[in-house]
Nanobody
């Protein structure tokens, strides 16, 4: 079955960095785009970044452009989110996501999430 396991969250001071990782299994990783979402406290979930299967087309929400970088390692079935110059507004639960179509039906898959808290 599809599994996504996030790691790398924690408590950091503003201006510091964190690197999130998502280990994927149970599907053909190399063919699927991958995404990072976040849900800040009391707010709606938002798409933070996405990466195509070939790493040729990436997306970033405006608030993280120039600070966050999404990468993938197709040999290790892993996707990363490098987060630099973190701000208190980046505080959220971060989720790894993929959307897989099988037999004409698409399904969203989510990890359990990893908490990022940015505070002095």
């Amino acid at each position: 079955q599809v599994q996504l396991v996030e790691s790398g969250g924690g408590l950091v001071q503003p201006g510091r960095s964190l690197r999130l990782s998502c280990a994927a299994s149970g599907f053909t990783f190399v063919t699927e785009p991958m995404r990072w979402y976040r849900r800040p406290p009391g707010k709606a979930r938002e798409l933070v970044a996405s990466i195509s299967s070939t790493n040729s087309a990436n997306y970033y929400v405006d608030s993280v452009k120039g600070r966050f970088t999404i990468t993938r390692d197709n040999d290790k079935n892993t996707v990363h989110l490098q987060m630099n110059n973190l701000k208190p507004d980046d505080t959220a639960m971060y989720y790894c996501n993929t959307y897989i179509v099988s037999w004409g039906t698409g399904t969203d898959y989510w990890g359990q999430g990893t908490q990022v808290t940015v505070s002095s």
